[in-house]
């Protein structure tokens, strides 16, 4: 009997490859489509799979390997949902599961190896990181989780025996081991029909240590799995967007601050409320300063510039239009970004006249502008205020109306997909 971690043993900083056979052509799902490209939570079960390996930053190479007739289609899928990946490769597979996997091995320039099945989408970071680590420390290993049923051995239809489920474990993925081990397993035992690289590992006679997995990384085989999975997926949200701000350094804020003059001759409309006075804001829009401030602290948040470059002023399309249909443009251009406002915080400087009564219509129109966006705020996450500044300056001289806003955002709730 050998070791890994006699025969190969030590650190490696050469990196980390895993290699996701996708090769599969879907008939337990009865229907031609191959299971990797069906929908969970309105997004491929591939680009699921591959994301958690994605936020690891351990991993150097994410080599997907597909069947000959859907490389092209796999290839395009992950690089539209992943674009500015570089760790990203694609390899076409071969008749069974294991060519597949060695083709996509031997594809690999890492010197760690793991493999995970494209169909375990549910996958988990925390997963990932005790692999990266059993490799780390020069091991062959194997996920899995405990058996926790009683498990009978059954002949002819009757029990025969009850066995002795304490030393019983359900292997999942990902498994691995150094590389130099694990091509060389495969190649001394390519021809036999093994269910996964640990069987194989095996037999080779190398120690294929424990890696604790969970119960929800299931493989997908069943169309009722995907609703399994789904269903895992929507309880585990709450656990995913964190994850997402660790990545990314979340609640991001931006503030916005705008002034009109005020002129006779126009209409005095202040978060789309027409505000009864006798003089109005100058603008090319309708000059709703409170909602140009909106707009901005938004596109502050998101890092999109400013409402002058995506609205100019020179545009006639503008031209007295509704500042809430650009409050919209900007909501979904900050939605795009896989980003939602959290909250608002605005404050109107205006010596005349009373803003206080109009506040309530004002945060209503705000939120109806971002309405069809899932978790956008209500009211209730809409801080709108007023205050004068004592007759000094220019707001206190009334020659104009100042509004200041910050605004914080979050990742959005199905932000999965902007990585
Ligand atoms: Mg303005």
């Given at each position: ?83 500015e ?21 031997q ?59 304490s ?11 150094p ?53 895992l ?11 997402r ?9 931006g ?17 789309g ?39 100019p ?11 809430l ?29 009373k ?65």
């Open positions: 009997m050998t070791t890994s971690r006699l025969q190969y043993g030590g650190s490696s900083s050469g990196g980390i490859a895993v290699v996701i056979p996708a090769a599969g052509t879907g008939s337990r799902m009865k229907d031609s489509l191959p299971k990797q490209f069906h929908l969970l939570e309105g997004r491929p079960l591939l680009i699921h799979t591959i994301t958690p390996f994605l936020l690891e930053t351990k991993i150097t190479e994410v080599i997907v390997v597909a069947a000959e007739e859907c490389l092209e289609k796999t290839r395009e899928l992950c690089r539209s949902a992943f674009p990946e570089k760790r990203l490769r694609f390899v076409c597979g071969g008749a069974r599961r294991q060519d597949s996997v060695f083709a996509g091995l594809a690999a320039k890492a010197e760690l190896l793991m493999v995970h099945d494209g169909a375990r989408p549910m996958v988990t970071s925390a997963i990932i990181k005790r692999c990266c680590r059993a490799l780390e420390e020069g091991l062959a290993f194997i996920t899995a989780i405990p058996v926790v049923d009683t498990i009978k051995r059954v002949e002819g239809g009757l029990v025969q025996t009850t066995l002795d489920r030393d019983l474990f359900r292997a999942q993925t990902p498994q691995g081991a590389g130099t081990v694990l091509i060389a397993a495969f190649r001394q035992f390519l021809q036999h029909d093994l269910t996964d690289e640990a069987a194989l590992l095996e037999k080779a006679g190398v120690r294929v240590h424990l890696v604790e997995g969970e119960e929800s990384n299931i493989k997908i085989t069943r169309r009722e799995d995907l609703r399994l999975a789904a269903s997926l929507s309880g585990r949200k709450s656990e995913v967007v964190p994850q701000a660790a990545q990314k350094t979340f609640p991001r804020i503030h916005g601050i705008d002034a009109h003059r005020l002129v006779t001759g126009r209409k005095l409309i202040l978060g409320v027409d505000i009864p006075f006798a003089r109005g804001l100058a603008g090319h829009s309708d000059a709703d300063v409170l909602t140009h401030a909106l707009c901005d602290a938004l596109l502050g948040a998101a890092c999109e510039g400013d409402i002058g470059k995506i609205f002023d020179t545009d006639q399309r503008f031209k007295d239009i509704c500042s249909s650009l409050l919209t443009e900007v909501a979904e251009r900050v939605e795009s970004k896989g980003l939602r406002l959290e909250n608002a915080d605005v404050t109107i400087v205006c010596q005349q006249p803003i206080a009564p109009h506040i309530s219509e004002m945060k209503q129109n705000l939120c109806k502008s971002w309405a069809h966006l899932p978790g956008w705020p209500a009211p209730d996450r809409l801080n709108i205020k007023a205050t004068t500044e004592e007759n000094m300056g220019y707001t206190g001289r009334q020659e104009g109306i100042r509004c200041h806003a910050v605004a914080l955002v979050f990742p959005s709730d199905s932000g999965m997909t902007h990585l």
